[in-house]
């Protein structure tokens, strides 16, 4: 095997902590925020546990960071890594919090994220750098496996309520006293 670069051997942290979050029944998305080459914080969508619209990997991993160095405005030369292209709310929270380069993995479909459009409109006079196909396969099987299984589950569940559904009430053909 090739060895990896530097940036997919972050992006492997960073789909490792995705894997937490699969484990746990959430969307597999995982971030960490790097700074001198070591891994310092990281965060993995929690939405469905915490059930709060801003549990998403980014920002898990940009609140540590700011608490590890006690400050909202990151160190220059913080990174941030996470397995799918931001959403509006996570590339906004990477600028307040002065991430330098962002590189991402899958991208998200139909151009949803605004990410370009958001690195390059100089809000808070801060610019941050984006990366995106880092490792852009493994990230997105590793989302398409999810969608897959959750659909098949959801799938099994609805065949054996309706299962269920008819054993109770047998369908009046049934029912019918047959005459012999
Ligand atoms: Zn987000």
Redesign the pocket.
Known sequence: MRRLTREEKFMRAAIKVAQRGLREGEVPIGAVVVYGEKVISRGYNRRAKLQLASA?A??MAIDKACKKFGSWRLPEGCELYVTLE??P??MGASLNARVDKLYFGAYEQKGRSLTAELADANLLNHKTEVVGGVLQEECAALLSGFFIAMRQKQKAEKERAKAEAEAANPPMENLEEKES
């Open positions: 998403h980014e920002m931001p959403c709310m996570c």
